[in-house]
Nanobody, 116 residues
């Protein structure tokens, strides 16, 4: 089992910044952030491997930066130049490979609201 604890969401004006943090109960190779807006499917925002390889959704490239501190089992999402369309519940995700199976673990979610 892997527990994920998120923090850092909130209300911000368009153009502003927020930083999300997620602490995992153990070291996981791939961690990332997904988001889900009302009436929409959950989508990948960004993820990062323990080696530092990153992957971003096109909609956030150049504005968001994912990073991690392996010693603290923590992943961060720095969100700059926020737009109203970034409003969503953001979920921390950890992917654990068990033999041939990939298991996804999720945090409880943190609300990010961007106002105009």
């Amino acid at each position: 089992q892997v527990q994920l604890v998120e923090s850092g969401g909130g209300l911000v004006q368009a153009g502003g910044s927020l930083r999300l943090s997620c602490v995992a109960s153990k070291n996981i190779n791939t961690m990332g952030w997904y988001r889900q807006a009302p009436g929409k499917q959950r989508e990948l925002v960004a993820d990062i491997t323990s080696g530092g390889t990153t992957n971003y959704a096109d909609s956030v490239k150049g504005r968001f930066t994912i990073s991690r501190d392996n010693a603290k089992n923590t992943v961060y999402l720095q969100m700059n130049s926020l737009k109203r369309e970034d409003t969503a519940v953001y979920y921390c995700n950890a992917k654990l490979q068990v033999l041939a199976t990939m298991i996804n673990y999720w945090g409880q979610g943190t609300q990010v609201t961007v106002s105009s």
